[in-house]
T-cell receptor, first 116, second 112 residues
């Protein structure tokens, strides 16, 4: 399997523009997570999905952020309008539901977002 | 409110010596703990984990210790190697929610 695939790897955009980050989870995984990495907060959980349904979006910082998972193999994180403080590395991760067994999450390589 | 805390942002260790990375958590509902390693420009990769029914788990040079009463876990790397230089993240989860809560990370530098 190719692992979790994120695109683009790098995105530079101007303040006020819409930004869309994309993620393809590992096939067969039931959970998908969006994280943001910053120096102050480390890896911050923004939102996660189970079987394409958003379960917890309490980490989404503002209404400018939205995420969708239209099917089991694709998710997007959108920021509209973008602001310079949104500059960070955004990671997507996925994991498999093993019932009563613990399991780890697998991460993509991340998208480095710069808003100027 | 940071539920998982890594209070040491950085650590330097000589090659061959032991590296000890620490992590504290506040939520008593957590019952599964993980360590991830992250190299620059890459995503975090899973290293080792422990469930709350154990107090120690070992995998080669890596050992994780869990002290539930103190809500503290640590990662020991023995012997440390230059290739271990990376950022290490501690994470916690529970079977009830399945979400993974991460700390702020500790940057380990192993000096040759």
């Amino acid at each position: 399997d190719a692992g979790v695939i994120q695109s683009p790897r790098h995105e530079v955009t101007e303040m006020g523009q819409e930004v869309t980050l994309r993620c393809k989870p590992i096939s067969g995984h039931d959970y998908l997570f969006w994280y943001r990495q910053t120096m102050m907060r480390g890896l911050e959980l923004l939102i996660y999905f189970n079987n394409n349904v958003p379960i917890d979006d309490s980490g989404m910082p503002e209404d400018r952020f939205s995420a969708k998972m239209p099917n089991a193999s694709f998710s997007t994180l959108k920021i509209q309008p973008s602001e310079p403080r949104d500059s960070a590395v955004y990671f997507c991760a996925s994991s498999r539901d093993r019932g009563r067994e613990y399991t780890e999450a697998f991460f993509g390589q991340g998208t480095r977002l710069t808003v100027v | 409110d940071q539920q998982v805390k890594q209070n040491s942002p950085s650590l330097s260790v000589q090659e061959g010596r032991i590296s000890i990375l620490n992590c504290d958590y506040t939520n008593s509902m957590f019952d599964y703990f993980l360590w991830y390693k992250k190299y620059p420009a890459e995503g975090p990769t899973f290293l080792i984990s422990i469930s709350s029914i154990k107090d120690k788990n070992e995998d080669g040079r890596f050992t994780v210790f869990l002290n539930k009463s103190a809500k503290h876990l640590s990662l020991h790397i023995v012997p440390s190697q230059p290739g271990d230089s990376a950022v290490y993240f501690c994470a916690a989860s529970s079977l009830g929610t399945y979400k993974y809560i991460f700390g702020t990370g500790t940057r380990l530098k192993v000096l040759a």
